[in-house]
């Protein structure tokens, strides 16, 4: 039995080491197969075929006269006065004609139940802001 073994062992090694040598590659020169490159995805049509609606217009700018609230005017004889004015919806806070009320706007004029806006007092109004009527 153990003669039998030991050349059970002897052709398991030489199949072995037959198998090895035999697979080696014949040349030198090795062929490499490019891998296709993966196609880029377009977004709209991925979203679609997730079920997604038909894209959302761009969110309309905000004018800059939306930014602010008058709240109160104190409107004087001499082209004085002040303002009331809530920017961006912050508590609102007072105003002299010819304070800057955000960087390039100034306060130019007040009269009853408006102000007026622009970049200095010498330019053309930015803007008007008047307080509302009251509801009856």
Same mark, same amino acid.
């Given at each position: 039995? %153990? ?5 059970? &062992?002897? =052709? ?11 697979? =080696?590659?014949? %040349? ?37 006269? $939306? ?7 104190? =409107?004087?004889?001499?082209?004085? %006065? ?15 004609? %010819? ?5 390039? &706007? ?12 622009? =970049?200095? &007092?010498? $330019? /053309? /109004? ?11």
């Amino acid at each position: 039995m %153990g003669a039998f073994a030991l050349w059970a &062992l002897a =052709a398991a090694s030489a199949a072995f080491w037959g198998l090895k040598f035999s697979s =080696a590659p014949a %040349g030198p020169a090795s062929v490499q197969v490019a891998q296709p490159l993966p196609a880029a995805a377009d977004p709209a049509a991925v979203a679609r075929l997730l079920g997604a609606g038909p894209a959302a217009a761009p969110a309309a700018v905000p004018s800059l006269a $939306s930014r602010f609230a008058l709240v109160g005017v104190a =409107a004087g004889r001499s082209h004085g %006065g002040a303002a009331l004015i809530a920017v961006d919806g912050k508590p609102a806070k007072p105003f002299r004609v %010819g304070a800057q009320v955000e960087p390039g &706007l100034v306060l130019q004029s007040v009269a009853p139940r408006r102000a007026t806006l622009g =970049a200095d &007092l010498k $330019s /053309p /109004p930015a803007f008007v802001l008047e307080i509302p009527l009251p509801k009856s």
